[in-house]
């Protein structure tokens, strides 16, 4: 059987049960037969794809082991850069775009003698959270393939869950990486600010971005991390300090750690199955010792709202930079004014054009104060709110989202309600601390239910020690129908 897991996979190829040839190809059977269904990927490049993965099994081969993503197959969202492979973010502005050099995660990633299997759909420059603003097209859940996978690393989470790669890259700037994760039943975390390096990463919201994996276990999900972060000279925002010992919880459980429910993120707007599926989670970790308070977190009310004035302030200036000069697309125009003017008509979808006007608006004269200025302290309300938390437990659990995966179109009209889908994982992004989502179930139409725990900067060893758990209490080991129907 093929193997499933990338710890499952590792061990395999070092006893030579298996091979990273065989891993590749059996990902992109996976690929070619869920595909026309799923449409997780923009572009797969099956020649370098197949040229690294006769070079890892040639390296181990001959002894040398480049560590725990040696010869296994990972996709990557299309908003990190690929040296000599199309970058769009989904969008039509960056068309064509082939980059001159490698994101740091890719780099890392090359290291680390991962197989990089394509590059995967998102909404358009991350903004959205269902993949249904790509240029490209739409991305389906493989749960269900008249919903959505969640976005705005719909396709990352799509073919992992599928199975045509066995971990992928994401970037999180309000829940992209998580709530995705939720709605196709994977595990997705967003780590620590600054910890993994955004160079390469095609900017959305500096402040808020972060990069990290999507996998189906946690100890995957510390693997790939373990792989891609630590400190790069090259992006200024990089941490420079000593990282948390990620595997240092593992297997110790949850006695004696004090857990907090975050009373702000259930009730009105939550489904019921997913709400009671977090409630028994939260049973069962008290079960396994751990003493559970509830805690509430006022500003989280207001999260949602700063988020909204904030991402998109930064995104309006991050966007000026695609003027049809630098990159991608170049619409005609007889003076550069209008040149620049029309690239942007052309190249930028409509949520990209209503974020540019939302930031640009918040950011201007006379309003910035009493928006820009207000979020910001929003946003120190909130990172108050954490501390305070943090001060009285070791970990915050949550849903990751209120709902499971809604159907394609359901929300494309609806702005707010789109916006909604992050309530949960966008307070993380605006703490900068890491937040993790963990599968826990099915509801009764067979859709997965995602739960969240949060921790304190740099404390990834507990957000993974609780994690764990939840795994295990869990035991969650489903794989979507489609994928049964695909092997
Ligand atoms: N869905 C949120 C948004 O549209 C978050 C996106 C993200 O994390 N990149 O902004």
């Not at 059987?1 to 040839?21: F, K, N, W």
């Not at 540019?356 to 910035?368: C, D, E, M, Q």
């Not at 159907?407 to 707010?416: F, I, M, S």
Request: glycine share 10%.
């Amino acid at each position: 059987m093929t193997p499933t897991t990338i710890a499952d996979a590792g061990r395999r190829l070092r006893s030579g049960e298996v091979t990273s040839v065989e891993l590749l190809d059996s990902a992109l059977a996976v690929a070619a037969r869920t595909e026309a269904q799923l449409h997780a990927f923009l572009t797969i490049d099956r020649d370098q794809a197949r040229e690294t993965a006769d070079r890892a099994d040639a390296d181990l081969a001959a002894g040398k082991d480049r560590g725990p993503l040696h010869g296994i197959p990972i996709a990557l969202k299309d908003n990190m850069t690929t040296r000599g492979l199309e970058t769009t973010a989904a969008s039509q502005i960056l068309s064509g775009y082939v980059p001159p050099y490698n994101a740091t995660v890719v780099d890392r990633l090359a290291e680390g003698g991962a197989v990089l299997v394509g590059k995967t759909n998102l909404d358009e420059f991350a903004m959205g959270s269902s993949t249904e603003n790509s240029a490209y097209g739409t991305s389906y859940n493989p749960w269900d393939i008249t919903r959505v996978p969640g976005g705005s690393s719909g396709g990352s989470a799509a073919a992992v869950a599928a199975g045509s790669a066995l971990g992928a890259l994401g970037s999180d700037t309000g829940g992209s990486i998580r709530q995705p994760a939720s709605l196709c039943g994977v595990v997705g975390m967003k780590p620590t600010y600054g910890t993994v390096s955004r160079y390469g990463l095609i900017a959305f919201a500096s402040s808020l971005d972060q990069i990290g994996p999507l996998t189906r276990t946690i100890e995957d999900s510390a693997l790939v991390l373990s792989t891609v972060w630590g400190h790069d000279p090259l992006d200024a925002t990089s941490y420079p300090g000593e990282l948390p010992d990620i595997m240092s919880g593992f297997g110790r459980g949850v006695d004696g750690m004090k857990i907090g429910v975050v009373k702000e993120l259930s009730g009105e707007g939550y489904e019921p199955q997913v709400e009671s599926a977090v409630s028994a989670m939260v049973e069962n970790l008290a079960a396994s010792g751990a003493e559970i308070v509830e805690v509430s977190l006022p500003s989280f009310d207001i999260a949602l709202s700063a988020y909204y004035l904030i991402a998109p302030a930064e995104a309006s200036a991050n966007l000026a930079r695609f003027d049809g000069i630098r990159y991608g697309h170049r619409a005609a125009g007889d003076t550069t004014e209008s040149l620049m003017s029309r690239t942007r008509a052309e190249g930028f979808g409509p949520e990209v054009v209503r974020r540019i006007l939302l930031g640009t608006y918040a950011l201007s004269a006379g309003y910035y104060d009493a928006f820009y200025g207000q979020a910001q302290r929003v946003r120190a309300a909130i990172q108050e709110d954490f501390a305070r938390a943090y001060g009285q437990v070791d970990a915050l659990v949550s849903p990751t989202s209120p709902t499971v995966a809604f159907a394609a179109g359901a929300r494309t009209d609806d702005p707010l309600a789109m916006y909604l889908s992050d309530i949960c994982t966008i307070p993380s992004n605006l703490s900068g601390h890491p937040a993790i989502s963990v599968p826990i179930g099915l509801d009764d139409q067979g859709l997965p239910i995602g739960f969240q725990v949060m921790a304190s900067a740099l404390a990834e060893d507990v957000m993974f020690q609780v994690a764990e758990e939840v795994e295990r209490l869990a035991g969650f080991d489903k794989t979507p129908s489609l994928a049964e129907v695909a092997s």
